[in-house]
């Protein structure tokens, strides 16, 4: 006779039929949806909260590349050299002066954002502190006159020296052909030498090399003078090669070059995950009850995983920031956009610069190699003292997409 089916304590019982088994949903499958609902919440909140991280899968540029801190600084530097228009006083020039500030500057297709950078450099030094810097204002062109900037009267009511090619008629045609030719990586290169060149002649500490497209945070220069002399004192019996003003964030995400460190980290936490889980278990009755070998499996072999993936979608900036500071910063620093370099070691970077003039290569690329080669320590500053403007590039339209891409994120965090 078949027996009538009845439910016991929430289970749905019938003798023939079912044997007694559960229709609930069973421990590991409350565990994935309750796991689901809180990843979308999770992506959601990581949406809103990575989405200035170029090394996140949630960044976004329409929010990144929002000009906060740097149009504050914009504003102060445009005030600043509307106040030097006006002015009939000329800088005093010193002997041995702290830092040669050198700034070469070439005329571009479309917008000068050269008067900023030497605003925002400028702007807010105390008079002790301007005292201290030679800037030298290269035109980095055979005919500086063609440059917008090369008449406006500002310029000479700020800059110490007003730096043209001094060089013999066939040299300067040789630079002209490289100009008409666009062989923008030797003539980068020869004008870069030939500026440490005369900043070094001026006797200077410190020679600090800047493009004419940057913005300089407030305070900047008391920051750097002092990061500078703590170099000094942690690298008394070694050489350096700079400190670093500027560099890109894009360059620090998941490398893949350091895929195996990333696989043996998530093997060993998955590891460590079920060896916690199992050894729990066989030790707590009341994991016993719930913790079955389903369960861990949902949570090893899916929420773990999904959590990883998570880690790694939310960006290397995001879940290891650079700390804050001063310290070493010998790979992926990118560009030349700001470098303060120490007064012994600018002989061999210029022969280093010099001998590569032929070559395909940028200027901060052939120094790296060099100091990698002689083991020489670069540091930087962390978030960067300079802000890289320059959506016009000074080598032509072809070049502004890259360009637009040298950003620092950090640097619009400055109030």
């Not at 923008?184 to 410190?206: H, P, V």
Request: glycine share 4%; charged share 20%.
């Amino acid at each position: 006779m078949r027996l009538k089916p009845t439910i016991i304590l929430g289970r749905f019982h019938d003798h023939a039929d079912l044997n007694g088994h559960s229709l609930l949903p069973s421990t590991s499958f409350w565990i994935i949806l309750c796991y689901l609902l809180l990843y979308v919440v999770t992506y959601w909140y990581c949406t809103h909260a990575y989405q200035r991280d170029p090394t996140s899968f949630f960044f976004d540029p329409s929010e990144a590349y929002k000009r906060v801190y740097s149009s504050k600084r914009e504003r102060q530097a445009d005030a600043f050299v509307e106040a030097a228009n006006r002015s009939t006083v000329t800088p005093i020039s010193h002997p041995n002066p702290s830092i040669c500030l050198g700034i070469p500057t070439m005329a571009r297709w479309e917008e000068q954002y050269v008067r900023r950078t030497v605003g925002s450099l400028l702007q807010g030094l105390t008079e002790a502190q301007r005292n201290g810097i030679h800037l030298v204002v290269f035109f980095a062109q055979t005919n500086p006159q063609q440059h917008p900037i090369y008449h406006e009267p500002w310029l000479r009511n700020v800059a110490n020296e007003i730096l043209q090619y001094g060089v013999g008629d066939e040299e300067l045609a040789r630079l002209h052909s490289l100009e008409k030719e666009h062989q923008y990586w030797n003539k980068s290169m020869y004008d870069y030498e030939y500026l440490l060149k005369k900043c070094f002649d001026t006797e200077a500490d410190w020679v600090m090399l800047v493009e004419d497209d940057v913005l300089a945070k407030e305070g900047g220069y008391l920051q750097a003078m002092t990061a500078l002399e703590y170099i000094q004192i942690l690298m008394e019996k070694h050489e350096w090669l700079y400190l670093r003003l500027f560099y890109t964030e894009k360059l620090f995400g998941w490398n893949s070059e350091e895929w195996p460190r990333y696989l043996a980290w998530s093997l060993l936490t998955f590891l460590v995950t079920v060896t916690t889980l199992i050894i729990g278990r066989s030790c707590s009755r009341h994991l016993r009850k719930h913790l079955s070998n389903d369960a861990i499996a949902a949570l090893c072999c899916f929420c773990l995983p999904a959590t990883i993936l998570m880690y790694f979608m939310a960006g290397r900036l995001s879940m290891q920031p650079l700390p804050l500071g001063l310290h070493r910063m010998e790979q992926f620093g990118c560009c030349s956009q700001g470098l303060i370099y120490p007064r012994q070691v600018v002989p061999r970077a210029m022969d280093t610069v010099k001998h590569a003039t032929n070559q395909r290569c940028y200027v901060d690329m052939t120094l790296e190699r060099w100091a990698d080669s002689e083991g020489l320590a670069r540091f930087a500053l962390v978030p960067p003292l300079l802000q890289h403007i320059g959506s016009k590039s000074s080598k032509g339209s072809k070049f502004d997409e890259g360009a637009n891409s040298i950003w620092n994120f950090a640097f619009e965090d400055y109030l």
